[in-house]
């Protein structure tokens, strides 16, 4: 004997294929009667014995996920196994995934810089995939674009390590699959940051390398995905810079220059690409063109959080580079400063303490320049 899933899985499907041969009803219009009578666990989950509940298709069971997250709760992963086993399509589970992350936002900045999750949002990606986890014990194949959303919704929550697996298993299942490789280029990178913080070099270099050979995969011509190469040098000529290595440092800056100047060839009004081609240029000693280069990002992108940090401490070099002019630098540093510290709270790449350790700097930085106005 079949389980209780499979056997609600068989009764919908035998009536969505008989239905509408009279005329009578839609192809797609789905009659439950008292012989879907349990599921597993021995309760009735999403659909009510005796009662005509419509439609289920991909469309109706995301309206019934968004409903519930814009009413504050969410759906059961009970409803979500039971609605994807009527389906029963692999591409309609992805599908729904796909769907359900497009909803949350959740998208390649999620992998940079998450947002903070309500409650009930958490607990709904929670359920997906959970529900998820269920119908593929019960025969619904998971595709590499299914386990592509789930990895999103995995980072969304923060939970990295879980999107990484998920991000390798689309990889895996379809070695054609771009999105996955992107995925994963961006997290490791992103994560990458945040161990070069901590001095984990072993770490660093670990995920770097990964990064740089999932970026591999990616369109040669696409000025993001450059722009994200471009990053993946730049860290590494960091991690060369902090323990020793010379010849590394200077031929990562080196590759980080071209490929930025590349991206920004491609695509003038990437602001991604303009503020790592101002990094590239900063750590090269080039200060002019690295504070034209973050200033062009911020015109593109006003609310760039990243450039305006990054920008300040170009200011500040130039502070040391230029002493006769260090007051009027320092007064752009400030300014600068001020407007990442305004923005910061709103992303969720910078930390608590770190705002708090900026707001110290500006209050010693308005010491230094006198009365501190910009």
């Known amino acids: 004997m079949q389980d209780a899933g499979s056997d609600i899985a068989r009764v919908h499907k035998s009536q969505v294929d008989n239905a509408g041969t009279d005329g009578a009803a839609p192809?797609?219009?789905?009659?439950?009667?008292?012989?879907?009578?349990?599921?597993?666990?021995?309760?009735?989950?999403?659909?009510?014995?005796?009662?005509?509940?419509?439609?289920?298709?991909?469309?109706?069971?995301?309206?019934?996920?968004?409903?519930?997250?814009?009413?504050?709760?969410?759906?059961?992963r009970q409803t979500i196994t039971n609605n994807v086993l009527v389906l029963n399509d692999a591409d309609a589970l992805a599908e729904i995934l796909k769907c359900v992350a497009e909803v949350l936002g959740a998208n390649r900045q999620t992998l940079i810089s998450p947002p903070t999750l309500p409650g009930n949002v958490s607990q709904q990606i929670e359920e997906i995939v959970a529900a998820q986890r269920q119908v593929t014990t019960q025969g619904v194949a998971l595709t590499a674009s299914a386990s592509h959303h789930l990895g999103m919704l995995a980072a969304y929550r923060r939970d990295y390590e879980t999107a990484l697996d998920y991000f390798r298993r689309a990889a895996q299942t379809d070695p054609e699959y771009a999105d996955a490789y992107e995925a994963i280029a961006w997290l490791q990178q992103s994560q990458a940051h945040h161990d070069l913080v901590k001095r984990n070099y072993t770490q660093v270099t670990a995920r770097l390398a990964e990064a740089r050979a999932a970026a591999m995969h990616t369109d040669p011509l696409d000025a993001q995905m450059l722009a994200l190469r471009g990053y993946i040098a730049g860290t590494s000529a960091q991690v060369a810079d902090a323990t020793g290595n010379q010849p590394d440092r200077d031929k990562y800056h080196a590759e980080a220059v071209r490929l930025f100047e590349r991206a920004a060839q491609l695509d003038p009004a990437n602001p991604?690409?303009?503020?790592?081609?101002?990094?590239?240029?900063?750590?090269?000693?080039?200060?002019?063109?690295?504070?034209?280069?973050?200033?062009?990002?911020?015109?593109?992108?006003?609310?760039y959080v990243s450039a305006y940090h990054d920008l300040a401490i170009a200011y500040e070099d130039k502070m040391r580079a230029e002493p006769a002019r260090a007051d009027a630098w320092c007064r752009k540093a400030l300014e600068a400063w001020r407007k990442m510290y305004q923005l910061a709270p709103d992303d969720s790449g910078f930390s608590a303490d770190y705002i708090l350790n900026i707001g110290q700097h500006i209050l010693q930085l308005e010491r230094q320049c006198g009365k501190g106005k910009s």
């Open 272 to 303: 991604s690409a303009q503020n790592g081609l101002g990094n590239a240029y900063q750590h090269a000693g080039n200060l002019d063109a690295a504070i034209a280069a973050h200033c062009r990002a911020i015109e593109l992108e006003p609310r």
């Open 27 to 76: 192809l797609n219009q789905i009659v439950v009667t008292q012989e879907v009578d349990r599921v597993d666990g021995g309760e009735v989950t999403g659909f009510k014995a005796g009662q005509i509940t419509g439609a289920v298709t991909v469309k109706s069971t995301i309206n019934q996920i968004q409903n519930r997250i814009i009413q504050g709760n969410y759906v059961d």
